[in-house]
Structure formats: C-alpha cells, structure tokens
Nanobody, 115 residues
Framework: QVRLVDSGGGLVQAGGSLRLSCVASGSIFRFNNMGWYRQAPGKQRELVATITSDGSTNYADSVKGRFTISRDNAKNTVFLLMNNLKPEDTAVYSC?????????WGQGTQVTVSS
C-alpha cells in the first residue's frame, strides 16, 4: 500500500518563503510523476507543479518564477520551495503520486499568507 505524508505548511507574511515536503512509502515504481496541488476555500483544486522521475517539471502560470519543485528519488520525496508568497497563495497544499493509472494523495498541509 502506498502512503504519502506531506508537511511544511504554516503561516507566513507576504513576501516570505516556505518549503513543503512529501514522503511516499510503500511499493513505489521507479517511473512515476509527483506533484503539488492546492485548494483554496470555495475554489476548485488546481495544479501547482509536477515533476517526472527524470526531473522534467511543469508549473502553473501563477507560480512560475516563484515556486520550485524538486525530488529525491532515493528517498521517494518531493519538495516545493515557495518564495515571494502572496496572500492568493493561501490554500491547502497536497502532494500526489501517479503510477500508471493509480493516483495517490497526501493528507494536505495548510499554507496561509498574511498581507
């Protein structure tokens, strides 16, 4: 069974930084995609960034130049470094792992950016 545990959220002032982490455990295939999504109150969940097992990345336009996704394949961990945070970045951030047709999710971590 696959389990994802994400962490690193918190309260930060606008312009500040946070680093989220997500550790996957269980039967993890070598080739997979990992990513971060977020959901703000009253809004649909949206993609933030994704990264393939060979390091190819994709970002939402709203976070390009401010957020950086990375991963440590040996530790089945994905990171999201968030710089220059804005109040509109406030949301619950969840990591996911895609292996073939299976998708797994972390429990989510709250990020709150004050103005």
């Amino acid at each position: 069974q696959v389990r994802l545990v994400d962490s690193g959220g918190g309260l930060v002032q606008a312009g500040g930084s946070l680093r989220l982490s997500c550790v996957a455990s269980g039967s993890i295939f070598r080739f997979n995609n990992m990513g971060w999504y977020r959901q703000a109150p009253g809004k649909q969940r949206e993609l933030v960034a994704t990264i393939t097992s060979d390091g190819s990345t994709n970002y939402a336009d709203s976070v390009k130049g401010r957020f950086t996704i990375s991963r440590d394949n040996a530790k089945n961990t994905v990171f999201l470094l968030m710089n220059n945070l804005k109040p509109e970045d406030t949301a619950v951030y969840s990591c996911n792992l895609v292996m073939g047709f299976r998708i797994y999710w972390g429990q989510g971590t709250q990020v709150t950016v004050s103005s």
